[in-house]
């Protein structure tokens, strides 16, 4: 068996592959609260909960409706994102005006009412979502075994961040959202219409998790707990690369994933704990995070 | 003229009737345990001093952390060790639980003040999570089953804690030594630049105060004060377990402060108070504690950011005291 570093390159590429799906959510989720964050200067700390309503939602409607896997991944983002939206406007948009922190205690509450709900309804206990057949199985790749589904999460969350990367970067509503988060009065004065470019952005970003979610269903069980404690270490990915670009967001997300599953092979006590020792580490280095502007 | 001597002697009648209120307070606390169950007045007490420690951060320092528990369930876990391990004392156990949040807190303290605001917050999540973990795997919490059995003890070996209504008062001076070391504090000239921290960061710098320094003493002040809390609660209930270091509680005292009136005295005590007794009520009711909370904080937000305490200071007495709005303009 071929070792390196006294590991069983095996096990080393497995934990590695469980480290880039880990980090694959680590990057949609923390390129969602980037987003918002630009424009709407909140921390949504709903963002697990709302992962989690995703993921409840598929389920859901796998089970009472009958309608799967396919469709799902693209009925989950637009409810998820609808919500989004009406959360946007009934209540967010009367907190711009306030301290920041104030966007931050309110989508707290909102993460407790939408846990506490689907505890009190389902339980704590997870709900398995099957794997779709076109993606059951595996393929040797000749050093490892890769299931399909994995391989196929990692491809779709790559093309989810680098297609809203593109959608910021280079179109039209993007440099409005972009303009927006520099100097929304202005923009507002050129006639764009910003507290709609709010509530969209809003959406997006709730749309983006509510996509995590039905990803990670058939990876991890549908839980109503599943949000809250990856919404911490999303946390800490976001403190490690800073909120100033949607790149670093999305490679801090891929490269703490990865610091994980290393961390796993070589000392598992502590691969809880890596992504917070390196926050640790980074705020002490480069307070501002790796790919942080000064805020 | 007549208007600022209305005005003086408005502020004049405000400070006389907070006066006889505190008194009023003290007198109830010194008889509520002949009429209410003492041990639950006790876990009020409690987390009224928590509280309170944790205003010092946020209302009078402008420092939201979210990660407070750490102070509070950290300090109950030294001193449940010490007191039934080691055998120590409840005295003794309760100052090293004390001590022990006082260097977490400087630890924390040290790493968050290198970020401000929102990042302030998420930084002491993450930390109080990485403890929280930590707690988790450590041997001497004794994992899911927390440290139970702790003995009470007695008080510098004379006082026997294990009498009820000798455990309510100690827990009650406790209380009220917290409540005025911070009070003390936030009226003394460290607790003017705190609060000058808080309206306006950068003119504070500019002034020459060393505003890291300030913002880390004060961190590390409001850790201790929790931990003497926690610390107490420990030897109260005679466990320490793993609630007490979740997110669930770094949130729960804000609510607290939120509901009470953040930045006010009194409103942390209130604050207390309402939720220990909401989540007594609902324990038996069904429905769920974290809904109710959760609504709690959207509406708390939405439309009642003065609290209750601060709404009664904004209505009735004098403007200038009513609590920190942290309303931008």
Redesign the interface.
């Known amino acids: 068996m071929t070792m390196i570093f006294g590991i069983p390159i095996q096990a080393l590429l497995g934990q590695l592959l469980v480290g880039l799906i880990n980090g694959s959510f680590y990057a949609m989720l923390s390129l969602g609260l980037a987003v918002i964050f630009g424009l709407l200067r909140i921390i949504n700390f709903a963002h697990g909960a709302l992962y989690m309503l995703g993921a409840f939602i598929g389920y859901l409607l796998l089970v009472h409706l009958g309608i799967g896997y396919w469709p799902a991944l693209v009925l989950v983002p637009i409810a998820v994102g609808v919500f989004g939206m009406a959360v946007e406007r009934a209540a967010l948009s009367r907190l711009y005006r306030l301290d920041p922190l104030y966007g931050l205690l309110f989508t707290f509450g909102m993460a407790l009412v939408i846990e506490g709900a689907f505890r009190f309804y389902y339980g704590v206990s997870g709900n398995p979502y099957a794997v779709p057949p076109l993606l059951a199985g595996g393929t040797n790749l000749g050093f490892m075994f890769l299931p399909n589904y994995r391989g196929w999460v990692v491809l779709a969350s790559l093309i989810v961040c680098i297609g809203t990367w593109l959608l910021i970067e280079k179109t039209r509503l993007g440099s409005y959202l972009r303009a927006a988060t520099e100097n929304p009065e202005l923009v507002q004065a050129f006639g764009v219409n910003v507290p709609l470019l709010l509530t969209l952005t809003y959406g997006l970003g709730a749309a983006l998790a509510g996509l995590a979610g039905i990803l990670a269903a058939p990876v991890y069980q549908v839980s109503p707990l599943m949000g809250s404690d990856l919404i911490i270490v999303v946390f800490a990915v976001v403190v490690i690369g800073g909120m100033g670009s949607i790149l670093g967001a999305i490679v801090t997300g891929y490269m703490l994933g990865l610091a994980e599953g290393l961390t796993k092979v070589f000392y598992p006590e502590a691969s809880n704990l890596v992504v917070f020792v390196i926050m640790a580490i980074v705020l002490l280095l480069r307070p501002a995070g790796l790919f942080g502007r000064d805020a | 003229m007549s208007e600022l001597t209305l005005q003086e002697r408005r502020a004049a009648a405000s400070v006389r009737l907070e006066w006889g209120l505190v008194a009023l307070g003290i007198v109830a606390l010194i008889a509520a345990p002949f009429f209410i169950y003492p041990i639950f007045v006790m876990k009020m007490l409690c987390f009224a001093l928590f509280a309170c420690a944790f205003n010092l951060l946020l209302g009078y320092t402008g420092l ?1 952390s979210f990660g407070h528990a750490t102070f509070f369930g950290g300090a109950a876990y030294f001193c449940a060790y010490a007191v039934k391990a080691w055998g120590w004392p409840p005295e003794a156990g309760i100052l090293l639980g004390m001590g022990g949040a006082a260097v977490l807190g400087l630890v924390m303290g040290f ?1 968050a003040i ?6 302030f ?3 002491t ?3 109080a ?2 403890f929280y ?2 707690c988790v ?1 450590a041997p001497f919490t004794e994992g899911e089953d927390g440290i139970q059995g702790v003995p009470r003890g007695s008080l510098f070996g004379i006082v026997d804690l294990n009498v009820t209504m000798n455990m309510y008062y100690v827990v009650l001076t406790i209380f009220l030594i917290g409540v005025f070391a911070i009070w003390r504090i936030v009226n003394s000239p460290f607790g003017m630049i705190l609060r000058s921290i808080r309206e306006n960061e950068n003119r504070a710098i500019s002034l020459g105060y060393s505003v890291g320094r300030y913002k880390l003493a004060a961190f590390v002040m409001s850790a201790a004060l929790a931990g003497l809390a926690g610390a107490t609660k420990a030897i109260v209930f005679q466990f320490a377990t793993l609630t007490d270091v979740t ?1 669930q509680m770094s ?1 729960g005292v ?1 609510l607290m402060n ?1 509901l009470g009136g953040i930045g006010t005295m009194v409103g942390p005590v209130v604050g207390a108070g309402l939720v220990v007794g909401l989540e007594n009520t609902l324990a038996t009711s069904g429905f ?4 109710a ?6 509406v ?3 439309i009642f ?1 003065r609290g209750i305490v601060g709404e009664l200071y904004a209505r009735w007495l004098s403007p200038a005291e009513a609590g920190s709005d ?4």
């Open positions: 939201l790493l290198r970020r401000q605001g929102i990042y917050a998420m930084i999540l993450a930390l999570q990485m973990f930590f795997q997110w949130g804000i939120l769920p504690v974290t809904i909370t959760g609504l709690i904080f959207m708390c937000v939405l950011r942290r309303d931008k303009a």
